[in-house]
């Protein structure tokens, strides 16, 4: 973490504000100061509470009934809603644009246009992250007894009494764990508000981009880079010790024993509005992806899929898009396994031990989700490029940068599980003659698979990715952004169909995944 997080953040930073070996501090008071940059904050900071919380208000529901409701094709929806998360946030920005801009599905419908305002941020961003909140709560949801929640209701306590003193505060830790992702996601959002949000709107991570790409200003780039730093360190503070302060071991069962049909019209009621809600907020966005891909000027057809094969002579790419496909399942894989094994012993560690010193632990742990993807990035160019550690042009950088992003989803996602874990479990294990290792692959692995997760958030990663990423090895991500940044119906088609391969490859991923935490009775 030090290594290949903290040098390279160093690096950028003191690169800005140092001159000639004299710091020039004077800098952090000119931009703090500058009305400008305080209307940036400003709308950073507030467009990310207001997503946070339409996001939660609209997945927790979602949460609940893949929890608690077997209903046909639960295992395929929970994949597909998953899809999102995923994609490229460019490519986010884009589907969102052909649904809600000019010449969009909302303007040809009914004349009605949301682009270049705070409501197609919003609505992009909840799309970006239900899946955040559905797997994160959803999967300790699954695996609460239901039998407490009942004898609380046979005490005389009404179902929303019994749920509000029973259920919801056994899922503190896990509400909190998702809103602390989805703030930190929003609060460093950057295609989804460029694209979206035109020159009107921008947040820090849109202005650092800007200030370190387009006006090579370093210094401002830095100290931007510090306020996003000193703002997410102190949300994350926060966050650990109230989590803390509401942890609680749970009795975790069997989520296959938890989930059963719906009963009742509130309940069939409840199924129908969260399927709704996935059918516009999800299903739709996706579904005009995919159509812009088929679309192409002879008719609806594979034509721009075909095209992928070829490199073409607009000298995009040196080599078929096509191979960015593979090149991403490479670097996603080995990110997955990098972030599986590193945040799974930080969790492990997190769990035996008290003190303020882990939870100053856990909150560094997070704090690449709040870091600037475009200085990590850039970072890793100024610093690691001298032996032994030149990586500039070893095939590891990519998946190294992917890792630091799939790190805190790992622990994010397996840390209440384990809390939650009765520890008299672990010890029975152990007197029936099990290892430690053994101990950890029966009790502690079935109920946290985090590497869907991981292998969802290395797929995607952008933001860093696209400063490492050689030009004959891109990514999927990269490739749609190149692709999406030149003019063309040639080039924007091209950039469809490989999203549109980028959400098969994601789907099928999470199903094989689903279907191993089913087998094992766990949860990711």
Not at 10 to 26: C, F, N
Not at 246 to 271: C, F, I
Not at 436 to 465: H, N
């Amino acid at each position: 973490m030090r290594l290949f997080f903290a040098w390279p953040v160093a690096a950028i930073v003191g690169r800005g504000l140092r001159v000639d070996g004299v710091w020039h501090l004077g800098r952090i008071g000119e931009v703090i100061t500058d009305p400008d940059i305080g209307h940036v904050l400003w709308f950073t900071t507030w467009q990310a509470l207001a997503s946070t919380a339409l996001t939660l208000l609209i997945a927790l529901p979602g949460a609940y009934v893949f929890a608690r409701f077997d209903f046909p094709g639960r295992q395929l929806l929970r994949a597909v809603v998953t899809v999102p998360f995923v994609l490229p946030t460019v490519v986010v920005g884009t589907a969102f644009l052909a649904l809600l801009g000019r010449g969009g599905l909302l303007d040809e419908l009914w004349g009605v246009r949301l682009d270049t305002t705070v409501w197609a941020i919003l609505l992009a961003h909840v799309f970006f992250n239900y899946a955040v909140v559905v797997r994160t709560v959803g999967g300790l949801w699954a695996q609460l007894d239901p039998r407490q929640e009942e004898a609380a209701r046979v005490l005389g306590a009404s179902r929303f009494a019994a749920w509000r003193t029973v259920t919801l505060p056994a899922l503190g830790p896990a509400v909190a764990a998702a809103a602390l992702m989805v703030f930190l996601f929003t609060f460093t959002s950057f295609g989804v508000v460029q694209i979206l949000g035109g020159p009107t709107f921008s947040t820090l991570e849109v202005e650092i981009y800007r200030q370190t790409a387009q006006l090579l200003d370093l210094p401002t780039a830095a100290v931007l880079t510090l306020v996003q730093f000193a703002a997410v360190g102190s949300v994350l503070a926060v966050h650990a010790w109230t989590v803390r302060r509401r942890e609680s071991a749970l009795k975790l069962v069997d989520p296959a024993r938890t989930a059963r049909r719906p009963r009742g019209a509130g309940q069939w009621t409840l199924l129908a509005a969260v399927l709704a809600v996935i059918a516009v907020l999800i299903l739709l966005p996706l579904g005009v992806l995919v159509a812009r891909s088929l679309d192409t000027p002879d008719g609806y057809g594979f034509g721009y899929f075909r095209s992928l094969q070829s490199v073409g002579e607009g000298g995009t790419f040196l080599v078929p898009p096509l191979e960015a496909v593979w090149n991403s399942v490479q670097y996603a894989l080995a990110a997955t396994g990098i972030a599986v094994v590193v945040g799974g012993l930080a969790a492990a560690a997190l769990t035996r031990r008290g003190g303020r010193l882990v939870r100053g632990f856990d909150a560094l742990l997070m704090l690449p989700l709040g870091v600037s993807a475009v200085t990590v990035g850039f970072g890793f160019l100024i610093t690691l490029d001298r032996p032994p550690l030149d990586l500039r042009t070893s095939w590891i950088l990519v998946p190294l940068a992917q890792a630091l992003v799939g790190v805190p989803f790992v622990v994010r996602t397996m840390l209440p599980v384990l809390r939650a874990v009765d520890g008299r479990l672990r010890e029975a294990a152990a007197v029936l003659g099990a290892s430690p290792l053994r101990v950890w692959r029966e009790v502690d692995l079935p109920l946290v698979i985090a590497a869907g997760f991981a292998f969802a958030v290395s797929l995607g990663e952008f933001g860093a990715t696209v400063f490492i990423a050689r030009p004959d090895r891109p990514t999927l991500p990269v490739a749609v952004a190149r692709l999406l940044g030149r003019a063309g119906d040639l080039n924007y088609g091209q950039a469809m169909a490989l999203s549109t391969i980028l959400m098969v490859v994601c789907a099928v991923s999470l199903l094989l995944l689903e279907r191993i935490r089913t087998d094992r009775t766990g949860e990711f």
